[in-house]
């Protein structure tokens, strides 16, 4: 091997980050975002298992980023703030008075530590203020997205229309397909049961349940999931399939010649009592 001086190497993007999983409570996933040595995090909704990951991976935490203001993703935050003083990312407006950066559509993050870049999405749908982080990196892209796109499904509408999820979902459905998408519950074969109730025909989705069932069997989370399978899977992405639209009217939940965003709503509320 011959010698290259170090100043003709085309300087590489930086893609040496990763992203630790850490269970909370019953099915939350909390998000590490690190490279070794500092890490941020996503929707810390309990700060114990943080500062028990940070401590055993030996990480110092330099960020907290949050998705929304529901108690499962920002209630470890004043503990972790307590142990150190750094800067929270947050919402506008979801009324989060932890947030000492606020943000919104097409604000950027920066976390210098970790030569980290997040966009800034408005998702509101879930609550009103809920925002998701897209990092686009050649090559490799992430999404977290809180309880926006979940794997298989969506959150539920507590606060929002179901006009303003949709658009949300859409918004999402838009990244690259082989972007990962950090969504922060394992809901996954519970929304895939109802997938397949309102979409049998679906190859694709027949295959994932395999897949995502004998992870489950062995207690290994489904999720990252990439935009690229929520697209050929997730019934919430695919609304306006003509299968969806007659399993739908069969049920009785959709009147014969709904629009799509009636066939949406119809298809959120048969979720919700499914
Ligand atoms: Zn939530
Ligand atoms: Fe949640």
């Known amino acids: 091997m011959t010698d290259t001086p170090a100043n ?3 300087s590489a993007p930086r893609n040496d ?10 099915d939350n996933y909390l998000w590490l975002i690190h490279d070794g040595r500092h890490a941020a995090v996503v929707d810390p909704g309990d700060a114990a298992p943080i500062l028990a990951a940070l401590a055993e991976h030996g990480l110092t935490l330099t960020a907290i980023l949050l998705t929304h203001h529901h108690a499962d993703h920002i ?3 004043p503990a972790l703030l307590e142990n150190a003083r750094v800067p929270v990312y947050g919402p506008r407006d979801d009324g989060i008075a932890d947030v000492t950066h606020p943000l919104a559509e097409g604000d950027r ?30 090559g490799l ?3 977290f997205c809180g309880d926006t796109l979940f794997a298989g499904g969506c959150g539920r509408l507590f606060e929002g229309t179901p006009v303003q999820m949709a658009a949300s979902l859409e918004k ?17 074969l519970s929304n895939l049961r109802f997938a397949q109730a309102v979409e049998p025909g679906n190859e694709a989705l027949a295959l994932r349940v395999k897949d995502e069932s004998a992870k489950r069997a062995l207690d290994v989370p489904t999720v990252p999931t990439s935009i690229g ?6 019934p919430f992405l695919r609304y306006r399939e003509a299968e969806i639209v007659g399993e739908l009217v069969k049920a009785g939940k959709l009147a014969e010649g709904a629009t ?9 509320e048969w979720k919700n009592v499914f």
């Open 260 to 268: 799509p965003l009636q066939a949406f709503a119809a298809l959120r």
């Open 109 to 138: 993050v920066t976390v210098p530590e970790l030569g980290l870049e997040l966009e800034v999405l408005d998702v509101p749908g879930h609550t009103l203020g809920h925002i998701a982080y897209v990092r686009r990196t050649p």
């Open 229 to 234: 399978l929520e697209r050929r899977t997730n």
């Open 17 to 26: 980050l990763s992203v630790l999983t850490v269970p909370a409570f019953k």
């Open 172 to 188: 999402l459905a838009a990244l690259p397909e082989d972007t990962e998408v950090y969504c922060a519950h394992e809901y996954t």
């Open 141 to 143: 892209h992430w999404l």
């Open 8 to 10: 003709t190497q085309p």
């Open 75 to 77: 209630g470890g935050v």
